[in-house]
């Protein structure tokens, strides 16, 4: 679906993206991720032909971009930093403008249209007051209607649920994964790591310009091989396990075994009450943290050696 | 796409204040000179304003004349300036061309939806003019022809056609005005930015003119021929001005747009 390689922008001696071989398949919920000046937004936007790249080539629905945008655009939904609107009119005559862009819309069924992008993300019964009195909220829907009004078959979104409170965002990520499940493919750039990791299939991860990680979730959240045991009786347990535990902190035990319900049976065999037991998965935190170096916005002095 | 332009330029509210704003300069002079009955002397002052105490009708050539040497320039170097400086700061920019909205497209979109609104000021203008010249100061005795600024009188119709003329001539020079504004609005990241330039750059044209020492340029200075339109009302019309005015303007149109077009399609929209 997305495929760049090489794909390199320098804006005078600063490299914000360096060397980037993106690889988003159909259907997947791609989580790109990325500390703030990562270069995310960049990579977006030469997704989709508004910065020209340095150097390597983007493909984009198995075409060229941005020579093929005008093949490629019409099948993408896109929102890039945040939503944009003419602040005088209302959200729906926004959306009939945006509409009329570009060529391929009918003006037949554009009112059809437009109700149906403003039901999806929540706006149908909105009024007409204008964009300007609007609250954050509801100008990243109306950001949202705007990508979905041409059925996309590639949603691009940069952070979309910037300014929706905890409902919003979760009613957003329903309809994300409805529209994905329908056959959309969702490209989501966001630097929450907690809104990638509920919502994503695969994940790129991206430092100072550079793609660090590109792997499917569960790779990533692959058992360690360790099982978390909680217990009040942690050094009855501790005699049991003979060595196996890694860890102890109060009442919580690491042990290195390969199969948890095999251990639980061991633990209450010997009499030791079990509170909760879980084998140990690597968070996507920890994949991200040691990927990457500290962030990009973040310019300490260098340490002075003695 | 230019439907789409055309469309928001008619639906904003900033248009129709604009044309609000120029037509009240030509209706304050009328109301004015109906009641004073002062006009300047005949060669002096604003262009035919000294015919239209006796003929009313000719009210709207003179109402373009106060209008087209300043008011119009500064509401062109605006609008155009706006055109894509406006959507970048606005953020519309970005949405507009994944749509997508060809780059050249939208240019010339914004170019057409620029001399719409020109056309659009200039009409309103001359026809408020003709209403409120003829109720206020009265028609002329028509049969009698109305007078050439070199004293001899021209028909109706030969009237109306070299103001047709002249109209064209202005608009000539307003879109040389909007090719520089619009260069700007592709250079520039606000729409300030680019209408002071272009501003800027018409009033330094128009003070170096008077400059004796700026004499090799002034045959180059995109405001040399703008009131060469008054020629066009001189028996027989007295063409040089004219021609070198339309040479002049075109050299500026193409050489502003081509400029525009060049830095917009190869530049990195980062707003």
């Known amino acids: 679906m997305i495929r760049t390689s090489s794909l390199t922008k320098r804006y005078g001696r600063i490299t914000a993206v360096d060397d980037l071989d993106l690889d988003v398949r159909e259907g997947d919920v791609y989580g790109f991720l990325g500390a703030n000046g990562s270069g995310k937004t960049t990579t977006v936007r030469m997704l989709l032909g508004l910065v020209l790249a340095t150097s390597g080539s983007i493909e984009v629905m198995g075409r060229a971009m941005p020579s093929g945008a005008r093949q490629v655009l019409p099948e993408v939904g896109a929102l890039v930093e945040g939503p944009a609107a003419y602040a005088h009119l209302s959200g729906r005559a926004n959306l009939a403008l945006f509409d009329a862009m570009g060529q391929g819309a009918r003006r037949a069924t554009r009112a059809g249209r437009v109700d149906d992008a403003l039901a999806r993300v929540g706006l149908g019964g909105v009024d007409s007051r204008p964009v300007h009195a609007y609250s954050l909220g509801m100008r990243q829907r109306l950001g949202l209607a705007n990508a979905l009004l041409r059925r996309p078959r590639l949603l691009v979104l940069d952070e979309p649920t910037n300014g929706l409170d905890p409902q919003g965002i979760r009613e957003i990520r329903g309809l994300l994964l409805e529209l994905n499940a329908a056959g959309t493919t969702v490209f989501l750039s966001s630097h929450l790591l907690a809104e990638i990791e509920q919502m994503c299939t695969r994940v790129g991860v991206l430092d100072r310009g550079r793609l660090v990680v590109q792997e499917q979730l569960d790779v990533l959240q692959q058992p360690t ?79 002075v050696g003695r | 796409m230019i439907l789409v332009e055309l469309r928001k330029m008619v639906r904003s509210r900033r248009t129709w204040t604009t044309i609000l704003l120029i037509d009240a300069l030509p209706t304050l002079v009328a109301v004015l000179l109906a009641i004073t009955d002062l006009g300047p002397r005949p060669g002096q002052g604003p262009a035919f304003l000294s015919a239209v105490l006796t003929d009313g009708t ?214």
């Open chain 2, 58 to 271: 000719l009210f709207p050539l003179a109402a373009l004349a106060i209008v087209l040497p300043l008011f119009l320039p500064i509401a062109v170097a605006i609008t155009a300036g706006e055109a894509i400086a406006g959507e970048s700061q606005a953020g519309t920019l970005r949405y507009m061309l994944i749509r997508p909205v060809g780059r050249t497209r939208l240019l010339v979109a914004k170019l057409v939806s620029v001399m719409s609104f020109v056309v659009l000021t200039v009409l309103v203008v001359a026809a408020t003019a003709y209403v409120v010249g003829t109720l206020l100061l009265g028609k002329g005795d028509v049969t009698t022809g109305s007078t050439s600024i070199s004293g001899t009188s021209l028909s109706t119709q030969e009237l109306l056609l070299r103001t047709l003329l002249a109209l064209a001539y202005a608009m000539l020079c307003m879109l040389g005005v909007a090719a520089i504004a619009l260069f700007l609005s592709t250079v520039s990241e606000s729409p300030l930015g680019a209408a002071l330039g272009t501003l800027a750059v018409l009033i330094a044209s128009t003070i170096l003119l008077t400059l004796d020492a700026a004499n090799a340029l002034q045959p180059w200075l995109p405001t040399r021929y703008w009131l060469a339109f008054v020629d066009l009302f001189r028996d027989p019309i007295l063409w040089r001005d004219v021609v070198r005015g339309v040479l002049l303007q075109l050299v500026y149109v193409v050489v502003f747009l081509a400029a525009g077009w060049a830095n917009f399609t190869t530049k990195d929209i980062t707003d």
């Open chain 1, 225 to 303: 091989g360790r099982v978390v045991v909680h217990t009040p009786d942690a050094d009855r347990a501790r005699a049991l396990l003979d060595g196996q535990v890694e860890h102890q902190e109060g009442e919580r035990l690491l042990v290195r075994v390969p199969d948890a319900a095999a251990l639980n049976a061991l633990l209450v065999g010997g009499g030791v009450r079990v509170a909760s037991l879980s084998a140990e998965r690597r968070t996507l935190e920890d994949v991200v943290l040691a990927a990457t170096s500290s962030g990009s916005d973040t310019f300490s002095a260098p340490a």
